[in-house]
Each structure stands twice: as structure tokens, then as C-alpha cells.
């Protein structure tokens, strides 16, 4: 298990990109949360390697049909098991 910090930035937030993001986490038992953060979407994602990576592939090709991202960028971090499921904030 590892988790990764994901920042993503564009047309993010208003659009449903958080809770698309939440139905991706749950279909590959991804933990941690997905919050807006002024002009960006947070992401604290923990999981086995191969479910992270097709996470992140799947959040930053627009987890929301209106969604459109600009940019990203994908921090592993210490690992944070805090969460036992993925809430959006």
C-alpha cells in the first residue's frame, strides 16, 4: 500500500469532478478524500500501486464528463491510513 498527494488543476470544481473522482476510488478500493481548494481539487489517495496508477490515469483524462483538466501533479507521500473509505469534502 502507498498513498500519493494528487493536485489538479482546470475546470475542476462546479462541474462534479470530486464525486466522479469518489465512483473511480470506490471501483478500485482506492481510500482518502477529494476537496476543493481554491482554484484546484485535492486528492489523498491510498491503494496498492497498480490501482493508484490507473486511478491518477483515470482522475486527469476528466474524471467528469464536463470536466477538463490543465494540469497535474502526483506526490507519493508517507503512507496515510486514516480513511476506511474515499469521502469527497
Not at 18 to 33: F, H, M, V
Not at 42 to 69: C, M, N
Amino acid at each position: 500500500m502507498e498513498s500519493r498527494m494528487i493536485i489538479v488543476s482546470g475546470h475542476v470544481q462546479g462541474v462534479g469532478f470530486r464525486y466522479s473522482t469518489k465512483s473511480i476510488a470506490d471501483r478500485l478500493n482506492i481510500t482518502g478524500y477529494a476537496a476543493n481548494v481554491r482554484d484546484y481539487v485535492e486528492i489523498l489517495a491510498t491503494g496498492t500501486e497498480a490501482d493508484l496508477d490507473e486511478f491518477v490515469q483515470q482522475v486527469v483524462q476528466g474524471a467528469s464528463p464536463a470536466s477538463s483538466v490543465d494540469d497535474y501533479s502526483v506526490k507519493t507521500i508517507p503512507l496515510e491510513d486514516g480513511y476506511d473509505r474515499f469521502v469527497t469534502k
